[in-house]
């Protein structure tokens, strides 16, 4: 008679959390082996089939390494694995445990709205597997530290760098800045994560005469730069600042003009954002000289917009205006090329920065005017920029009174914060919804309210009067 067999809850129940299918966790498992070992791992979903019915109990070591790597766990026995032949097997007794019951409803959300195939096309582009929070560094380094890279061994460098490694990597990470764009940081931050050990990894191997290190430092600096936007839209401001200066100090080791200037131009934003304008000026500045080396226009304009956004806040509104009057004047001058860092910077876009900042320096009719515009003109697949156009609006028309104007804008803010679920996104609505607590009985307020709850947003509590 044979053992007895034990289906393995524990990793089924891992698999269910995060809502993936067998097909899936087995091509997230092949990257992770690809990473560690240089061969493409051959795990198909009747190999995750035999491991939750216990058929295998103990798979190979790259293979048993590919899951701790996926699943973050440090032991084995956490995922139900367990050897045969041990004189004292571990057997799994009984399921991990999930989430909480009030995390449930985001946990097993698909990496982009409704379309599984995404998140596969995602893995195979290249070594995506979910890693801990590499930026967390960050907070207390300022800068790149070899401890980055101590804590996990699936992460040694390939023995030899090549154009097909870095290729890959550059590939993952585009997918990844639209994953963000889409659904936010929080289903990016892993994979950004796991793509900026991979080249962390692989800058400290190679030689300062490799003629790939220029490459792979802009790479690095790249995904840094990443790193530190999604850290800004998590609201880790300072973790975010220090991601920025090891981007551009990265992005000035590669000589790459361009990476410095989308560097500055997110460095500003953050600045300008964290109520300190002046700097953000200096970082526009800055950005618009790298910017104007590079034979990118859409490049060019965003950093003339985010100087705009920062000496509006210090209040030159002349400076500012001349300076966005130059976008929209121009319409057109953003649309290429395809392949610029600044991807996400249309015509629409500089039309809702001029309403921000007319807003910002007082002007809420005419900002009510371009934010509507804006709205119009912003391309549906950046999810965050219409939101916040919308929750721009609203301020607007609060601030002219109309609190009818202002419900509405909000709903289609709170609708479209529903999909990307950023956090600094979130606190800016709900700081606009705090802003209309007189009108809370009113019944516009009253159905924004509805909606907020529906998707699970902050509602603010009226105060009460003793």
């Not at 089924?12 to 061969?39: M, P």
């Not at 694995?81 to 409803?105: C, D, E, F, G, K």
């Not at 859409?298 to 100087?307: E, F, Q």
Request: glycine residues 6%.
């Amino acid at each position: 008679m044979g053992s007895q067999r034990y289906r393995n809850t524990r990793l089924k129940s891992l698999i269910d959390a995060r809502g993936w299918s067998q097909q899936f966790t087995a091509e997230a498992v092949n990257v992770a082996v690809g990473v560690a070992t240089g061969r493409p791992g051959l795990y198909t979903d009747e190999s995750i089939r035999r491991l939750l019915a216990g058929r295998v109990t103990w798979p190979p070591s790259h293979y048993r390494k590919a899951l701790q790597t996926v699943f973050k766990a440090p032991d084995p026995g956490l995922l139900g694995l367990y050897n045969q032949r041990a004189s004292t097997p571990q057997l799994p007794v009984a399921p991990i445990r999930t989430l909480s019951a009030h995390l449930q409803w985001e946990a097993p959300a698909p990496l982009l709205p409704g379309d599984d195939v995404h998140r596969r096309d995602v893995l195979r582009l290249g070594a995506t597997v979910p890693a801990a929070l590499a930026f967390d560094h960050f907070a207390t380094s300022g800068g790149h530290t070899p401890a980055l890279i101590e804590d996990t061994a699936a992460w040694e460098p390939p023995p030899t760098l090549t154009d097909h490694i870095l290729d890959r990597v550059e590939a993952v990470l585009a997918a990844t800045l639209l994953l963000d764009d889409a659904v936010g940081p929080h289903r990016a931050l892993d994979i950004a994560s796991a793509e900026y050990r991979t080249a962390d990894a692989l800058v400290s191997g190679c030689s300062d005469t490799d003629p790939l290190r220029h490459r792979l430092l802009g790479l690095r600096s790249n995904l840094s730069r990443f790193g530190g936007w999604l850290l800004f839209n998590l609201c880790r401001y300072p973790q975010a600042a220090a991601a920025y200066e090891q981007a551009l100090d990265d992005a000035h080791q590669a000589e790459d003009s361009t990476l410095a200037a989308i560097t500055l131009c997110q460095a500003s934003h953050l600045a300008t954002w964290r109520g300190n304008g002046r700097r953000g000026v200096d970082h526009g500045v800055a950005a618009q000289q790298w910017a104007a080396q590079t034979g990118d226009p859409r490049l060019r304009a965003y950093a003339a917009d985010v100087t705009a956004r920062a000496l509006a806040s210090t209040g030159q509104r002349r400076e500012c205006l001349d300076l966005l009057d130059s976008l929209t004047r121009n319409h057109g001058a953003t649309v290429t090329p395809t392949e610029s860092p600044a991807y996400f910077y249309d015509d629409g876009l500089a039309v809702s920065t001029l309403g921000q900042c007319l807003l910002t320096l007082g002007d809420t009719t005419a900002a009510v005017d371009a934010l509507t515009d804006g709205n119009s003109g912003i391309a549906e697949e950046f999810t965050r920029n219409l939101a916040f156009n919308a929750v721009d609006l609203a301020a607007a028309h609060l601030g002219s009174g109309d609190i009818d104007a202002a419900a509405t804008a909000a709903r289609t803010a709170a609708k479209l914060t529903a999909t990307n679920r950023s956090p600094r996104l979130i606190a800016t609505l709900t700081d606009i919804r705090s802003k209309m607590q007189q009108w809370t009985n009113a019944s516009p307020v009253q159905e924004l309210d509805t909606d907020l709850r529906r998707y699970r947003l902050p509602v603010p509590v009226p105060s009460s009067r003793t």
